[in-house]
């Protein structure tokens, strides 16, 4: 069998794709690595910016959307693709476990957390080095803990730290936040959290914990360690596209090069959400760019249809 699209990944941007797809009558296939929808937003503890939903939970928005996709009849299935071969007039997607083929593919994989790469990152990840506020925050009750970075993540990562922790550091390179001005606002009001500017990270120390931070602050040129006993790296994103290299044009971040239609350079294959060049990585332009995606995905096969 031959399916219409594949879409693979399943974040706002491949669920919004999924649900167009089956509005569309395309045969439509979701192939999601982990057995659970909804990508990046599924660490997120709020989502305060999508329209008609103020401050839903991010597993929420992730689970609606999944549901909406699951209504619309998508097909989901949970595999790793480990390649894809794009022939002429359709493409192969290969898994660990199958082969499928397929006339159309909207690469949907999202992106990752990004590493700060310093000495006692790797070694005490899982110990106190984490990714993750909303996963393991609660490890750190009561405690003081670090943040790092001065994006929306970091700036609501620490919001969140701060409500159960006693002391939060919000640790950042420059002297100016990037992420949202109200974000900015309501850290700066918040007592627990103290910003602690121009300083760079340098050594993660602990024996089998985290217990301090080495600290450089570039403008004052002065080094100092900073007892704490979790550290949440929040600097931002890597694209995910192991599996697009080679295949489709990738710019010097490793970004698919794709505009608003998600047309990348080969005929048939998409980018859809986080994973291709733009300027605003959020929830809303991933699901716009599932649905431009599909109107890309139709246009295609239209005219194929007509050669
Ligand atoms: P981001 O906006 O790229 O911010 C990364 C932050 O980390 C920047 O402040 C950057 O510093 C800092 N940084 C990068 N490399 C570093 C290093 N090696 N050492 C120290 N600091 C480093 O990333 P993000 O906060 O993860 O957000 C990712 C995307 O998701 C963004 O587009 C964001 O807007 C979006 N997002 C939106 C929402 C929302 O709308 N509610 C929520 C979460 C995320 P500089 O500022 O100096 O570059």
């Known amino acids: 069998m031959r399916y219409d699209v594949i879409i693979i990944g399943s974040g706002p941007a491949g669920l919004a794709a999924a649900i167009y797809g089956m509005r569309a009558r395309l045969q439509t296939l979701v192939i999601e690595k982990q057995p659970m ?66 006339r159309t593919v909207i690469l949907a994989t999202g992106a990752n957390h990004r590493k700060l790469g310093v000495s ?9 080095v984490s990714y993750c506020a909303t996963c393991d925050g609660a490890f750190f009750r009561g405690k003081t ?3 790092i970075g001065g994006g929306d993540v970091a700036l609501e990562d620490a919001l969140f730290l701060a409500r159960a922790c006693e002391k939060v550091y919000l ?20 007592e627990n959290i103290e910003i602690i500017w121009d300083t760079i990270v ?25 007892k704490v006993s979790g550290v949440f790296i929040a600097v931002g994103i890597v694209p995910n596209t192991e599996i697009a290299k080679g295949i489709v044009e990738l710019d010097e971040s490793g970004y698919i090069i794709a505009g608003e239609d998600t047309v990348t350079n080969v005929p048939g294959i998409f980018a ?32 194929e249809a007509q050669n």
């Open 171 to 190: 640790i950042h390179r420059r002297d100016e936040f990037r992420g949202a001005k109200v974000l900015v606002e309501a850290v700066k009001k918040q």
């Open 202 to 226: 340098e050594r993660i120390n602990g024996a089998d914990q985290v217990e301090s931070l080495s600290l450089y602050n570039r403008k004052k040129d002065k080094r100092e360690d900073k």
């Open 37 to 102: 929808s909804g990508g990046q937003i599924l660490n997120t503890y709020e989502v305060d910016n999508y329209p008609g939903l103020p401050g839903i939970g991010g597993f929420e928005i992730g689970q609606k959307f999944r549901e909406h996709a699951d209504k619309m009849g998508a097909e989901f299935v949970t595999a790793e693709v480990l390649k894809i071969e794009a022939e002429a007039d359709y493409k192969k997607i290969i898994t660990e476990k199958e082969t499928y083929e397929t």
């Open 272 to 303: 859809a959400g986080d994973v291709r060049t733009k300027n605003l990585r959020q929830v809303i332009t991933a699901a716009s760019d599932g649905a431009n995606a599909i109107t890309s995905v139709e246009k295609y096969l239209n005219m």
């Open 120 to 128: 006692g990152e790797e070694e005490l990840a899982g110990m106190g």
């Open 145 to 147: 803990v670090a943040v």
